[in-house]
């Protein structure tokens, strides 16, 4: 093993789930760096402490999973497991203190951290080491920070151990300093009592959806299972029952796709609390999609299966995109194939970075070869939203291209509709800019045709809610069409939960349409 591996400490009925996810993440973020993990690096037939030992001697970071569970569990007469010299946790954490291997404890779904007097003595210093969190709810962000740190002591011991003059088994710099810069004034302030609220509204939203809307079905599971993923790291009970609701809706929904989605955002809630269970679901899911005749909805069910077997059967979740780009392929209409290639690209970015580089690439492709005007803005709009969110560096000239191409279309009506898509995309980068294309735009799209006319002005709105928010509510406001109006009010909200969660709050629960309600609370909640 190389002199730069990572150790992952846990206790199998604590933290299973979240151990094999990392060290699948490890694998891919660190390729040349082993990642012990006894499950996979134990060969039949070796002393397991024997092994441990040599394998921290070869290891200069050890990252300890803390779950609720980790103090408490006991063996089978009752005793607590950290009091038995010879518990396995408990030597691999008294070893890699004594021989300076960097110790990260992360705490899992709200775990506490430990005190020093429910700590045995050798491992004392535990207590006194800055804690990451990672948790259910929201997991990419609190791995991606430990995969920072875990990346920069990699750097560090390997800088170390080739510098001139220097020695591999140099003193590390403390643990608590690294973490002290990582845990600096970004730790993001969770307000508990304000996502609870939220999720709760959420949920009772999604419960009162009229008779009309329930029988959909598919779409309660799918808000319900959204919710519970949400709501697991700060209250697992409620989120268990949310998620067992959300499966029985779905398995309940006659029409096709609504239960193949709802029973696949249910596997995605549950991977990383049951993933046996998430794994049937899984298969259920799968086995439906063979039924889908539409090539364009088949690939998105399968990319949404993917994304839950992602968690604990990356394997699985590979040949899954594979057959989803082979649907991809199958779709003959080309707009609608640059929009489902871009929409697939934004799902697969958590799961497989290059292949959703490739997927915009292919999209790219396609949208550049469409001829049909309004197709052409519609198709640029949601390619662009997709290149500025996974690759924004790429972005820039497709964005330029847009509005090269919006301001050639004759159509009055049609122009405005393509600059407010542009304008969408290019607040981020170039707001002032953005503000001028809004201004040539928006008194165009609210005397244009109904059907051009809400997409116009929801682009509009949404733009607008990073640089004036007042005006941006006033825009989503007018549109006439009810639906549309709240689509409008729900992605102002979105924009806004970040820098005027207050706000974003009002204007969520201002929502008259049950979908887009649950979804800007849910949006909110998340950030």
């Given at each position: ?21 990392l060290?699948y993440?490890l ?15 134990i ?10 030992r040599e ?81 259910y709810g ?11 740190i875990?990346?920069?002591v ?14 591999a088994?140099a ?17 993001p302030?969770?307000d ?12 009772h ?84 999609t063979?039924s ?49 290639l ?50 924004p ?7 330029a ?9 004759t ?31 928006e ?29 941006a ?12 109006r ?11 939960a ?25 949006a909110?909640?998340?950030?």
């Amino acid at each position: 093993m190389p002199s730069q591996g990572i150790f992952l400490s846990y206790r199998r009925e604590d933290a299973a789930p979240y151990a094999r996810l990392l060290q699948y993440q490890l694998r891919e973020h660190l390729p040349d760096v082993s990642v012990f993990m006894d499950l996979d690096s134990i060969e039949p037939g070796r002393d397991f402490a024997e092994v441990i030992r040599e394998a921290l001697d070869s290891s200069v970071v050890l990252v300890a999973l803390i779950g609720r569970r980790w103090l408490t569990l006991g063996d089978e007469d009752g005793r607590r497991r950290l009091d038995d010299a010879d518990d396995v946790v408990r030597s691999e954490l008294q070893t890699a203190l004594e021989k300076g291997v960097r110790v990260i404890p992360v705490l899992v779904d709200g775990a506490a951290p430990p005190r020093p007097e429910q700590l045995p003595g050798p491992l004392g210093s535990l207590a006194r080491l800055n804690a990451l969190e990672l948790s259910y709810g929201r997991y990419e962000y609190d791995a991606g920070r430990l995969l920072d740190i875990i990346q920069r002591v990699v750097d560090s011991a390997s800088a170390a151990a080739t510098a001139p003059g220097s020695s591999a088994s140099a003193d590390p710099e403390p643990i608590d300093r690294i973490d002290a810069v990582a845990l600096g004034d970004d730790t993001p302030n969770r307000d508990q009592e304000r996502i609870t609220r939220l999720l709760a509204d959420a949920e009772h939203t999604t419960r009162t959806r009229p008779a009309r809307s329930r029988r959909l079905g598919g779409m309660q599971a799918v808000e319900l299972a959204d919710i519970g993923r949400a709501l697991a790291a700060i209250d697992p009970n409620r989120a268990a029952r949310l998620i067992a609701d959300a499966e029985r809706i779905a398995r309940s929904t006659a029409e096709q796709y609504r239960k193949t989605m709802g029973l696949a955002r249910t596997a995605r809630a549950l991977a990383l609390i049951d993933s046996e269970h998430a794994a049937w679901l899984i298969d259920d899911a799968e086995g439906i999609t063979r039924s889908i005749v539409s090539e364009a909805q088949r690939a998105v069910l399968l990319i949404t299966i993917a994304e839950a077997a992602a968690v604990t059967r990356p394997e699985r979740a590979a040949r899954l995109i594979t057959d989803a780009e082979r649907a991809i392929r199958s779709i003959t209409d080309q707009p609608q194939k640059a929009y489902v290639l871009a929409n697939a690209a934004l799902a697969m970015a958590a799961i497989d970075q290059e292949r959703a580089a490739q997927f915009i690439a292919d999209a790219e492709g396609i949208t550049r070869s469409i001829t049909n005007e309004p197709h052409l803005g519609s198709a640029l709009a949601c390619v662009a939203r997709a290149l500025a969110a996974i690759e924004p560096a790429r972005a820039a000239p497709l964005i330029a291209d847009m509005e090269h191409i919006s301001q050639s279309i004759t159509n009055e009506d049609l122009k405005a509709r393509a600059l407010a898509g542009v304008s969408r995309v290019l607040v981020a980068t170039d707001p002032d800019r953005a503000a001028r294309l809004i201004a040539y735009a928006e008194p165009i799209a609210q005397f244009s045709d109904q059907s051009l006319r809400a997409g116009a002005l929801t682009d509009i709105a949404t733009a607008l809610a990073a640089i004036d928010p007042d005006r941006a509510e006033r825009v989503a406001q007018s549109i006439t069409d009810t639906t549309a109006r709240a689509r409008a009010l729900a992605d102002v909200a979105t924009v806004l939960a970040a820098t005027d969660p207050d706000r974003a709050e009002r204007i969520a629960q201002s929502i008259t349409d049950h979908g887009s309600k649950v979804d800007a609370l849910l949006a909110i909640a998340q950030t």
